[in-house]
């Protein structure tokens, strides 16, 4: 069955960088994209960006992008999320998510990450 | 930047109602790059339904879409206890894609 397994949860300053890590198994992880979508704490949902694992292109929104990188590494089926100097409006729980386009099929369990002086 | 507009806010029904979702988008979206999710509290999202009207994997018949154009509808066909939670729409036809604000839908 389709697994998205995500990194555990953060702690971070505010200025600091944070990477979470997004472990697929169960079908063939260059077949299709990831999305990265956040909720802050009572709010809805936010998408952030999208990633193909086969070829490595993104579309990244506006909001975040200069401070947002996203990464694949398909010898081991993981996509990677890094968000540079972070503030405390980026606390959130962020999921990623399986779909060749937008519409995502299947969501990881979701990391949470505090920025808190 | 394609804007979703949810209503309502909050639905607040008896299980066995029937329940319809509006999502209104702020430029012409194809149906094929809507979206409609349910998320439960402490949860990550599911996806319901996508495209003009297919349900995702699992996902029972009382669950229902349509739209096009500007505007999507989900339809709850008769609440089960389970279906009380929040409801988002998405569009991805545009970049960047987007969420409707949510439609919560509580136990009257």
């Known amino acids: 069955q389709v697994q998205l397994v995500q990194s555990g949860a953060e702690v971070k300053k505010p200025g600091a960088s944070v990477r979470v890590s997004c472990k697929a198994s169960?079908?063939?992880?260059?077949?299709?994209?990831i999305s990265w979508v956040r909720q802050a704490p009572g709010q809805g949902l936010e998408w952030m960006a999208w990633?193909?694992?086969?070829?490595?292109?993104?579309i990244y929104g506006q909001k975040l992008q200069g401070r947002l990188t996203l990464t694949t590494d398909t010898s081991t089926s993981t996509a990677y999320m890094e968000l540079r100097t972070l503030r405390s409006d980026d606390t959130a729980v962020y999921y990623c998510?399986?779909?060749?386009?937008?519409?995502?099929?299947?969501w990881g369990q979701g990391t949470l990450v505090t920025v808190s002086s | 930047e394609i804007v979703l507009t949810q209503s309502p806010d909050t639905l607040s029904l008896s299980p066995g109602e029937r329940a319809t979702l509006s999502c209104r988008a702020s430029q012409s979206v194809s149906s094929n790059y809507f979206a409609w999710y349910q998320q439960k509290p402490g949860q990550a999202p599911r996806l319901l339904m996508y495209g003009e009207s297919s349900r995702a994997s699992g996902i029972p018949d009382r669950f229902s879409g349509s739209g096009s154009g500007t505007e999507s509808t989900l339809t709850i066909s008769r609440l089960e206890p389970e279906d009380f939670a929040v409801y988002y729409c998405?569009?991805?036809?545009?970049?960047?894609?987007?969420f409707g604000q949510g439609t919560k839908v509580e136990i009257k």
């Open positions: 998405q569009q991805c036809g545009s970049t960047p894609w987007t």
């Open positions: 169960g079908y063939t992880f260059a077949n299709y994209g």
């Open positions: 998510a399986r779909g060749s386009t937008g519409i995502s099929h299947y």
């Open positions: 990633i193909s694992a086969y070829t490595g292109k993104t």
